[in-house]
């Protein structure tokens, strides 16, 4: 698993910033060359091979702005623009593929989750600042202190669809709970920032699922909020759970509808 740790997080970020300066013409050739470099160095636990393949990329930069400055560059074999072109983009595109990676699996060492304000707007619980996110990588970064946390939507997810159970097989693209993890999930996920439109009864069987016509929807009224429709809209679902008959033996479960889409 590809893991930064928090000084390696800022440097990366700094690598991208240095690219765009130079790609937005507001840094040099060899201030970026000097940058990358200087970047590089102080890079504590990005993997070696990595580095090596970064640092060759910086060389085949300098090289050009050696050639441009002792004015040999007009014997430069092939177009040098379109050269460090094709350098600059790698680079880019290794640095990028590198915070990419890091993102989508979630980092055991941090231990901290940013608090999402609704489903455009997440916060930084450490320096409180905001920004617009639809990230659905583990974990997402502060734009103004440049920390990691876990992606609270994912969390989320992952916390709804832990014990459920997946109806594909059964021609179905939608998930289903036993009455017991339908009432245990909804208790859980009260002070969530998630609501529930309503849901579906099935019964189970070793080779099918029968719907049973059975059903409850719950809508959001003009007169409450967000908050107080999520509130209300998983209270009585898990009312609705609760006092639905199972008799013994019987596999019945429930589909549930949440206001965030989750596959």
């Not at 009432?183 to 309503?198: A, H, Q, T």
């Not at 209270?235 to 989750?262: A, C, D, H, M, W």
Request: one cysteine or more; proline letters at 3%; a negative charge.
């Amino acid at each position: 698993m590809n893991t930064l740790s928090e000084y390696d997080l800022k440097q990366i970020r700094l690598i991208q910033q240095t690219i765009s300066l130079f790609e937005s013409h507001k840094l040099d050739l060899f201030d970026l060359v000097n940058g990358l470099r200087g970047l590089l160095c102080i890079l504590e636990s990005v993997d070696v091979s990595w580095k090596e393949d970064f640092r060759a990329k910086i060389n085949c930069l300098e090289m050009i702005h050696d050639s441009i400055e002792d004015g040999s560059i007009s014997t430069w074999r092939g177009g040098f623009e379109e050269d460090l072109h094709k350098s600059v983009a790698k680079l880019k595109r290794m640095t990028n593929s590198l915070l990419d990676e890091y993102l989508r699996i979630s980092d055991p060492n941090i231990l901290e989750i940013a608090i999402e304000v609704n489903s455009d707007w997440i916060i930084c619980p450490k320096c409180n600042d905001a920004w617009e996110s639809n990230s659905t990588d583990a974990m997402v970064v502060c734009p103004k202190c440049e920390r990691a946390f876990h992606n609270p939507r994912v969390m989320l997810r992952e916390k709804i669809t832990q014990k459920s159970i997946c109806l594909e097989d059964y021609g179905i693209n939608d998930l289903a709970w036993s009455k017991e993890d339908a009432k245990s999930l909804i208790n859980s996920i009260m002070k969530d920032k998630i609501g529930i439109l309503g849901g579906d009864v099935y019964k189970l069987t070793s080779n099918r699922l029968d719907p049973l016509c059975d059903n409850w929807s719950c809508e959001p009224m003009d007169t409450e909020s967000e908050e107080e429709y999520y509130f209300r809209s998983k209270s009585e679902s898990l009312r609705y759970i609760e006092n639905y008959s199972v008799q013994p033996g019987e596999r019945i479960i429930f589909s549930i509808t949440f206001t965030e889409k989750l596959i």
